[in-house]
């Protein structure tokens, strides 16, 4: 059984940093790409940055870029997502997410899903 949990998240303020991380079971990162998508308040669900291993390539939404980095243990099977430079519009709920995949992560169509964890950002 694929399980995906994440922790890390909490109440910080503006210009603070967090690492979040994605604990797996049941699954392996050679032929998957694992994603981290957020979801705020009133709005719907977004990606926010994904990695793959087969071939090695990471993508970032446009808003986090130079601010977010995923990053994976492969011997630990954790995937984490280390966020700088935080501002209150990164508040939201993270979701790591894994899909099948072997050329290029994608920023849709993820078929397991985390619980999440709460992010929340003060001015």
């Known amino acids: 059984q694929v399980q995906l949990v994440e922790s890390g998240g909490g109440l910080v303020q503006a210009g603070d940093s967090l690492r979040l991380s994605c604990a797996t079971s049941g699954l392996t990162f050679s032929n998957y790409a694992m994603g981290w998508f957020r979801q705020a308040p009133g709005k719907e669900r977004e990606f926010v940055a994904a990695?793959?291993?087969?071939?090695?390539?990471?993508d970032y939404v446009d808003s986090v870029k130079g601010r977010f980095t995923i990053s994976s243990d492969n011997v630990k099977n954790v995937v984490y997502l280390q966020m700088n430079s935080l501002k209150p519009e990164d508040t939201a709920v993270y979701y790591c997410?894994?899909?099948?995949?072997?050329?290029?992560?994608?920023?849709?169509?993820?078929?397991?899903w985390g619980q999440g964890t709460q992010v929340a950002v003060s001015a």
């Open positions: 997410a894994a899909t099948h995949h072997s050329y290029g992560p994608p920023r849709s169509g993820y078929i397991y």
């Open positions: 990695i793959t291993w087969t071939p090695a390539i990471t």
